[in-house]
Every structure is written in C-alpha cells, then in structure tokens.
C-alpha cells in the first residue's frame, strides 16, 4: 500500500507563495500518476492539478492556470506543487492522490486516484 504525505501549508498573505509536496513511501512512484486536489469548508473536493508519471502530461484548472506549477522528481518519490499569486479563495485542504492505472494519463477526477494523503492545509488571509 502506497503511502502519502502532503507538507509545506501554512498561512500567507494574498499574493504570496507556497510550496507543497506529496511525497510518497513505494519505490514504484515512477510509475503512476499523481494529482492534487482541494477541499474547502463546505464545498465538494475539486481538481486543482496532475502530472503523468513521466512528467509529459501536465492538466491544471482553469482556477489556477498561471499561478500553479505541478512537477516531479522521480528520484526523490515527490511531487510538487508550486502556488504564487495566492487569493483568499485558494483556502483550503490540499490532497495529492495516486492513480495506478497505467494507461490513464493525468485523470481530473477524484474517483480515477487509488490513493490519497491525509491533506495539508493552506489559508490565504487579504
């Protein structure tokens, strides 16, 4: 069973920066896709981004297309996930997850993800 853990939330001001990681316990990281998603108070878990196992596949929301960068580094089981330009309304508990299914690119869907870590929580205050 695949392990991860999210680190890097915290409080920051409006226009400012964080940088999450998922990283993960199972040497076969390289092999599956990994995306992050959010929950905020109250609403629905949504897609905020995922990354194909070799990285060449990329999809964001439209929410956060240009402010967010999600990449990996295989040697290090990590995903990141790069978030400049913070608003208030990115508040929330951030999630990567992991898709096993191979032939599944980078799924925006929640359901398509085998594993989830236990979310790291990110408040952006104006």
């Known amino acids: 069973q695949v392990q991860l853990v999210e680190s890097g939330g915290g409080s920051v001001q409006s226009g400012g920066s964080l940088r999450l990681s998922c990283a993960a316990s199972?040497?076969?990281?390289?092999?599956?896709?990994v995306g992050w998603f959010r929950q905020a108070p109250g609403k629905e878990r949504e897609f905020v981004a995922a990354i194909r196992r070799n990285g060449g596949v990329i999809h964001y929301a439209d929410s956060v297309k240009g402010r967010f960068t999600i990449s990996r580094d295989n040697a290090k089981n990590t995903v990141y996930l790069q978030m400049n330009s913070l608003k208030p309304e990115d508040t929330a508990v951030y999630f990567c997850a992991a898709d096993f299914t191979v032939s599944r690119a980078a799924s925006q869907s929640a359901g398509a993800y085998d594993y989830w870590g236990q979310g790291t929580q990110v408040t952006v205050f104006s």
């Open positions: 199972d040497r076969t990281f390289s092999s599956y896709a």
